[in-house]
């Protein structure tokens, strides 16, 4: 984004200063920031209490396994704003994906939820009215404004520089806009740390999309980016930012946003956000850590490797491939080693639910499209050949196996910038467990490690 356009995006705001300041008087009284005034006494209270009857008890176990299998299922993080439950899938703050999709509003004449509801319900645990999306949708409008030296480090970037590499950098150049980092220098009660935290987060949220849709822009297209259009909702002003106005495309934006939004608290990104976070870093730095995280194989790229599996295959079998010759691919696949990219969870032992409801948004738009039909007689064949296998202990699709399929029929093919937008929506989910977290003033994480040979000694087994 040039300064130029910078200059222009700022000239459309004044010019729609009346209606902006009608929508930041809106945002007040919608009273998100109020409402957690009122909500986080209370749950400070309870908590303390908690803690002082209950501090002493102990709610699980830590094998060997466990020290050395990337601490999978120590029960060590307290997470408010979503769970994973190997059965059910993920719930945020108690609610199901369809739930949500049921229950949030949505965009006039839309189906899907509206991100700014689900980070409502992620910051409060309450289900908010229109009026209240609405209101966050415009002031996350009004905050969206680039710094002009985050812009023309973004336009500087070369296009050889991975996408997610540009956003870890432009969103630690946003720190100098850190409100928290500015209280905290100047000697902020501990208390009140919240306050500012959650005035960071708002304004990295709104400023996500439009230097999302810059780096997408400079890297894959002519660098312009239209300005926010105060008259759109997050998920649709980022669509438009970067070239796209297809109404399905924005539709499934805003499913795309809400269900990659969180994922409780002991995956990658999550973590890397509130162990950083716990340091007192500001939102922004902790922010860019744990979207370096993501920015891992093992994480936010395996969409990428889903669709790139998906096209060797094709380029392998040709088109129309019969459930024998798909069979025999796949245990071709296992034979030279790999895994079946977009099958299996750490965590999950059933279909993921992100996938099943991206599963029905094709079957309701995009049912004749062949890259949808492959992915459709994978999830019929897969998981019995993986069970057959006999090693996965889910042998079911991840969210992973589908959502690039559908970017690729709205035409948005370039796979190295998928997960900016998963980072995009990501934020969500961890900046609203970084406001929370600093309401009741969680301590620096410092888990105990131990060499080797203490684990011998711990086990009572020989070195």
Known sequence: MSATLLRKCTSVLGSNQNNLLKMTRAASTCGLKERLEDLIPKKQAQIKEFRKLNGNKVVGEVTVDMMYGGMRGIKGLVTETSVLDPEEGIRFRGYTIPECQDMLPHAPGGEEPLPEGLFWLLVTGEIPTEDQVKAVSAEWAVRADIPSHVANMIKNFPSTLHPMSQLSAAVTALQS????????????????????????????????????????????????????????????????????????FVELMRLYLTIHSDHEGGNVSAHATHLVGSALSDPYLSFAAGMNGLAGP?????????????????????????????????????????????????????????????????????????????????????????????????????????????????????????????????????????????????????????????????????L
């Not at 500012?196 to 990295?204: I, K, Q, R, S, V």
């Not at 810059?214 to 070239?243: E, K």
């Not at 499209?369 to 007689?377: D, H, I, R, T």
């Open 298 to 462: 093992l994480h936010g790229l395996a969409n990428q490797e889903v669709l790139v599996w998906l096209t060797k295959l094709q380029e392998d079998l040709g088109g129309e491939v019969s459930d024998s010759e798909l069979r025999e691919f796949i245990w071709n696949t296992l034979a030279s080693g790999q895994v079946v990219p977009g099958y299996g969870h750490a965590v999950l032992r059933k279909t993921d639910p992100r996938y099943t409801c991206q599963r029905e948004f094709a079957l309701k738009h995009l049912p004749d499209n062949a890259l949808f039909k492959l992915v459709s007689q994978l999830y019929n064949i897969v998981p019995g050949v993986l069970l057959e296998q006999g090693k996965a202990k889910n042998p079911w699709p991840n969210v992973d196996a589908h959502s690039g399929v559908l970017l690729q029929h709205y035409a948005l093919k370039e796979m190295s910038y998928y997960t900016v937008m998963f980072g995009v929506s990501r934020a969500l989910g961890v900046l609203s467990s970084l406001c929370l977290g600093s309401s009741l003033s969680l301590p620096l994480e410092r888990p105990k490690s131990n060499e080797h040979r203490r684990s011998y000694q711990l086990t009572g087994a020989k």
């Open 177 to 248: 806009e850190s409100k928290f980092a500015k209280a905290y220098s100047e000697g902020v009660h501990k208390t009140k740390y919240w306050e500012t935290t959650y005035e960071d987060a708002m304004d990295l949220i709104a400023k996500l999309p439009p230097i999302a849709a810059a780096i997408y822009r400079n890297t894959f297209c002519d660098g312009q980016v239209a300005p926010i259009d105060s008259s759109l909702d997050w998920s649709a002003n980022y669509a438009h930012m970067m070239g796209y106005t297809d109404p399905q």
